[in-house]
């Protein structure tokens, strides 16, 4: 047989493309179910990350249950929504939404004694979408942890906002200024104790060099997500 | 029998494919930080390039020679897919760590290298054997790596800390150094001194 002939190499290929798609999606969707479990645990772990609680895979569902004792979703308005689930929600679709009219998630957590308030947040940097977890006390302003990730920001540029050092000086600081006004978190350009040097140290942090579109992002992130949550965290702290 | 032997043996030392032939050189480098990478890295090739040179073998005679790249990429490519679906299943934080490396195997020049050059022209089962061998040989300097790479820079194997404490007291500091891309640039050229100096077969004359 010609091998070389036209008709042959395209039935060949056409086969070949079949056979492959084939196997390609039996794969996909019998391993689905697992993979979106994987996905789950990370999740809990890193809502529990924000709170300082590190959790492993294997323990993080049960961790979880102990940890993040109620989880609701409210309103732009501070009113709670009923039979909606916090951990349900698509915040990919929420952030496109305008302010009013987002579904807010809120996760509350119960560590010794104490109660923090979790936000989960979602932005744009560079390269691709940002994310991640804000911790608050139960004063409603001051920040306790936050934990962020991304998909494919620069390696070792933007990529370091999911590095300890940039997350660490997230925590004291607060939301709101002294007149009660949300103000959010800024992020200083200009390398380590640039937020210092502007004289920020409440409601600022350091940038990340060569990092500047993310650590903006990230800004953006930060500001465009907790705004609709004014009116709840206001309301919660009379 | 004594040459499917030799199909084995070859490219695990003197036709090494990383420290011999210089492929893979890039992912050799990017994910031998750990051990536990390092060896999960290896098996997914493994699996990879055993597979694809049976597949291949077996199509060998079939293939139209105009398009034989193409179905070489094709058969890659959707290998590397279910490896990277299986261990998004199975091991996540290991494939988290992988990343995009995973779906790199589809680049790896090894791969591609042996198709063309042996499991086109092979039968099925020495293509298995060559493929084996050529992924151990690889995978085997993969281990090598990350092991000194992993031991000296955080002072763990596998992730358990093997460097006593009393070390530390005494003042020793893992070599952060390690743990960059440079080092595993200059294991893998401290590795093929060695192996030069030692296998006769690589001994150049003067």
């Known amino acids: 047989m010609n091998t070389n002939s036209n008709l042959y190499i395209f039935i060949y290929s056409s086969v070949m493309v079949i056979i492959v798609a084939a196997a390609l999606s039996f794969t996909a969707i019998t391993l689905q179910p697992l993979q979106e479990k994987n996905i789950e645990i990370e999740k809990q772990q890193n809502i529990l990350a924000s709170v300082n609680i590190e959790a492993t895979t294997e323990n993080a569902q049960e961790l979880y249950k102990k940890f993040i004792t109620n989880s609701y979703v409210v309103n732009s308005k501070g009113e709670k929504l009923e039979g909606k689930i916090a951990f349900n929600s698509n915040l990919a679709q929420e952030v496109a939404k305008a302010h009013a009219d987002r579904d807010l998630p809120i996760y509350k957590c119960t560590k010794e004694e104490k109660e923090y308030f979790i936000i989960p947040i979602r932005g744009k940097g560079l390269w691709g979408p940002l994310w991640g977890y804000i911790a608050l006390e139960a004063d409603l302003n001051t920040i306790y942890g936050a934990v962020f990730d991304h998909k494919g920001e620069t390696p070792g540029l933007g990529s370091e906002i999911n590095q300890e050092a940039f997350q660490k000086p997230f925590k004291g600081k607060t939301l709101f200024n002294a007149e009660g006004k949300f103000v959010s978190i800024t992020v200083h350009k200009g390398g380590k104790g640039a937020a210092a040097a502007a004289g920020d140290l409440e409601h600022g942090v350091d940038a990340i060099s060569g990092g500047t579109i993310t650590s903006k992002g990230l800004e953006a992130m930060i500001s465009d997500c907790l705004a609709p949550y004014e009116t709840f965290l206001k309301t919660q702290k009379n | ?206």
């Not at chain 2, 695990?12 to 536990?36: D, F, M, S, Y």
């Not at chain 2, 779906?103 to 020495?126: H, Q, S, V, Y």
């Not at chain 2, 790479?149 to 390690?178: C, H, I, Q």
């Open chain 2, 1 to 206: 029998m004594g040459k499917n032997n030799k199909l084995f043996t070859n490219p695990i030392n003197i036709e090494n494919p990383v420290t011999v032939q210089i492929l893979g050189i890039c992912a050799a480098l990017a994910i031998t930080v750990q051990l536990k990478a390092a060896v999960v890295m290896s098996l997914s090739v493994l699996f990879v390039l055993a597979f694809a040179n049976v597949i291949i073998s077996l199509l060998r005679n079939t293939i139209p020679s105009r398009i034989r790249i193409i179905v070489q990429l094709v058969v890659i490519a959707s290998l590397v897919i279910i490896v990277d679906q299986v261990l998004k299943a199975y091991v996540y934080s290991v494939s988290k760590q992988l990343s995009v490396f995973v779906g790199l195997i589809i680049t790896n020049c090894i791969i591609m290298g042996r198709l063309e050059a042996f499991a086109l022209g092979n039968k099925p089962i020495p293509a298995l054997i060559d493929g084996i061998g050529n992924a151990s040989g690889y995978g085997l300097i993969l281990i090598i790596v990350a092991f000194f790479r992993e031991l000296l820079g955080s002072g763990t194997l596998w992730g358990f800390p093997v460097v006593p404490k009393a070390f530390y007291n005494f003042g020793y500091a893992d070599n952060g150094l390690m743990i960059l891309p440079p080092m595993a640039l200059i294991t893998v050229g401290v590795i093929i001194w060695v192996q030069r100096a030692n296998v006769k077969e690589l001994i150049e004359e003067k």
